[in-house]
């Protein structure tokens, strides 16, 4: 981008879709690739991204013999379906769904052989909203600042799919050798009935009145459909400030429960921008937003007082 | 200086409060010096604001949040080194009301805006955009009260005490005085691929017109 005129050499070479490529049949919804994120740009205006069931995609990735920072397909709601160029195999974790090969049933949390050209299908969610497509060698876009998740906020990654995408896959791991552990299968765990969010006060907690903190945490919000991979909007009682100047932009964390002049608590997921200027009430610990991401629109959400650290003690 | 306020950020973070935005550079020198130096405690993300530094990924934020306000913060050194230009046409939609604002005519503006050396105090909204501090008070301007619904990359603008480029179109409710071709401020094959980072002095340089 010098202006000199003299194009630059490619950024990626072309080899690396030497092996095929996936051919995305049905997008879904919102179909994004993801993988552990991108920390430490923050101060760049860059926000972590990544898998928002971080488990369901690491496990997807254990599943196949994969390395767990391999890049999946997130589906949200709807599922996907993608063609395979050669032999593969997929898993599908996270969301439960129907799965389909070529149109045949195929188990959900177990990895499946696939043919030359086969499609595989992960159907819409039948519990939760989001699901991991996983393929054994990993999706091998192109990685921007060494990770290769699709950020919705930023614009940086993939973009989202749509129908007729042609995604690189990597080589397969040794899944077929010698060495390979035993198969481990997927746990179901439902998605939650009820959302219960830990939440540890600060640092704006002052910002708000001490009714305010007393209807955060004793009357219950509903998943609204609003929310999206920057936050887990909610609909509920209003939360009131105890003062009404403006808050200097400041840095924001995961997890972090921003309240904006309405007053309707949004919890900040792996997309969220990374500076503002609401207050936050307090955060939820990283480990409970794997749950939050899985709720669906209606869900009843509690915030409790957060107790001490699981690893601390 | 007065001590900061050290607030706790869910279980491994901190954020900082300093009295104001000055105090805020200064103490954010000092913690990347720390770091630079082995001395500052592993930490994943070193975020600045408006008046705060926010730090994530600690292992042990009390341990930190105890000792930091006892640090001795050496006042930020100003006019070092040169700085980063960044070509300017003073052409926005915005320049005749802003010159309006400050009571000269549109060139005034563009001499002005061209004659301060800015420095980036914290980046957020898109990757690559910086919150550039150096405008002088009486020069402070009062975001649009109607935000377009998209403004075009490389438009130059000015809110409150900022100003600003921005690095690709979006939405925006900043004054808008001019248009930098050429600059791209974000490049994700390029390292380091945010041209502006805390920190970084600007200045912007007024392109002749032909």
Redesign the interface.
């Known amino acids: 981008m010098s202006g000199t005129g003299i194009p630059g050499p490619s950024a990626h070479s072309p080899n690396s879709t030497a092996r095929g490529a996936l051919v995305v049949v049905r997008a879904g919804a919102l179909t994004t690739v993801q993988d552990l994120g991108r920390p430490g740009y923050a101060h760049l205006g860059v926000s972590r991204s990544g898998a928002l069931d971080e488990p369901a995609h690491r496990l997807a990735n254990r599943l196949l013999g994969n390395p767990e920072s391999a890049a999946t397909l997130e589906t949200t709601f709807s599922g996907c379906a993608v063609r395979v160029p050669g032999p593969a195999v997929a898993v599908v974790t996270g969301a439960p769904c129907p799965v389909t090969v070529d149109g045949r049933p195929a188990p959900w949390g177990v990895p499946v052989r696939l043919p030359a050209g086969a499609v595989i299908d992960a159907g819409p969610a039948t519990h939760g909203l989001r699901s991991y497509l996983a393929f054994a060698g990993g999706i091998q876009v192109p990685a921007e600042l060494g990770s290769r998740a699709t950020d919705l906020l930023s614009g940086i990654g993939p973009a989202p799919l749509r129908d007729g995408d042609r995604l690189p896959v990597g080589p397969p791991g040794p899944t077929d050798g010698p060495g390979r552990a035993t198969v481990e299968a997927a746990r179901w765990q439902a998605p939650p009935r009820e959302l219960v969010l830990p939440v540890l006060c600060g640092p704006r907690t002052d910002w708000f009145t001490a009714d305010a903190l007393r209807t955060l945490m004793t009357r219950t919000y509903r998943v609204s459909p609003k929310g999206n991979r920057i936050g887990l909007r909610l609909d509920g009682p209003a939360l009131e400030r105890a003062r009404d100047d403006e808050l200097p932009s400041e840095g924001m964390t995961l997890g972090a429960v921003q309240v904006p002049p309405e007053g309707r608590p949004v919890v900040f997921l792996a997309d969220h921008p990374v500076t503002g200027g609401y207050p936050v009430i307090g955060v939820v610990p990283p480990e409970h937003l794997a749950p939050a991401a899985q709720a669906v629109p209606g869900t009843p959400v509690r915030f409790v007082p957060a107790g001490p650290a699981p690893r601390d003690r | 200086m007065s001590a900061p306020l050290v ?5 491994n ?1 901190l ?1 900082v409060e300093l009295e104001d935005a000055e105090a805020a550079e200064a103490l954010h020198a000092e913690i990347l010096r720390r770091r630079v130096d082995g001395t500052l405690p592993p930490v ?11 730090l ?2 600690l292992s042990e934020p009390q341990r930190l949040a105890a000792e930091l306000p006892s640090w001795d913060v050496p006042p930020l050194r100003r006019d070092e080194g040169s700085a980063l230009e960044i070509r300017v046409r003073y052409d926005g939609p915005d320049l005749d009301e802003v010159a309006g604002l400050w009571g000269v005519d549109t060139a005034e503006v563009a001499r002005i805006h061209a004659g301060t050396v800015f420095r980036v105090a ?8 910086a ?1 550039l501090t150096g405008l002088d008070p009486e020069y402070h301007v009062p975001r649009r009260a109607d935000p377009r619904t998209s403004v075009p990359a490389g438009a130059v603008a000015l809110a409150g005490p900022y100003t600003g480029v921005y690095p ?1 179109s979006s939405p925006g409710g900043w004054q808008l005085i001019g248009t930098a071709p ?1 600059t ?1 401020l974000w ?4 390292k ?3 041209l502006l ?2 920190g970084t002095r600007v200045r912007f340089v007024p392109e002749e017109s032909r």
């Open positions: 607030h706790r950020v869910g279980r973070g954020l994943r993300e070193v975020v600045p604001g408006a008046r705060t530094i926010l994530d990924g914290f980046c957020g909204f898109a990757p690559g955009f919150y690709r050429g791209v490049d994700s094959a390029r380091p691929a945010a980072a805390p």
